[in-house]
């Protein structure tokens, strides 16, 4: 039980603070083999917040950018609606459902909720959408 590895993704070293990032790419996998469930999403939260960061950064200059998990990723999702005309709206949506997700089960669960198989697959499942979502936006920095 927790053994489950998700893909690798690697943030490129010129991105804002890659070596944090991919730090916590690893720490995930790692809390989630030793059942720490609700570090495992604690560290999914802290790395989707911090890609949004550097991802804003990079296309921003705007030093007042939002450093909440949800500001950014409605601001990612505007920059990506602006600049990309033929990307779908549906995919753009998922950006902030997958970071509203990730929001309400890092601050709304209790450790009542990651005990045993609920917890596995609640952390695998926010692990699986940050991993995602960094893929995604990846192929935009």
Not at 119 to 138: C, K
Request: net charge negative; proline share 2%; charged share 20%.
């Amino acid at each position: 039980m927790g053994s489950a590895k998700g893909p690798t993704v690697t943030v490129p070293h010129d991105a804002w603070n890659a070596d944090r990032l991919n730090s916590f790419l690893s720490e995930i996998d790692t809390a989630i083999s030793e059942s720490q469930y609700a570090r495992a999403v604690t560290l999914s939260y802290t790395c989707l917040e911090g890609f949004l960061t550097a991802f804003a950064r990079s296309k921003s200059d705007d030093e007042g950018l939002q450093n909440e998990l949800i500001s950014l990723s409605r601001w990612v999702k505007e920059w990506l609606k602006n600049s990309i005309n033929d990307y779908p709206d549906e995919v753009l949506n998922l950006l902030n459902h997958i970071s509203y997700t990730v929001d309400r089960t890092r601050n709304q669960f209790s450790d009542a909720h990651f005990a045993g198989e609920a917890g596995l697959w609640l952390a695998l499942y926010i692990r699986d959408l940050v991993n995602s979502q960094i893929r995604m936006l990846l192929h935009f920095m």
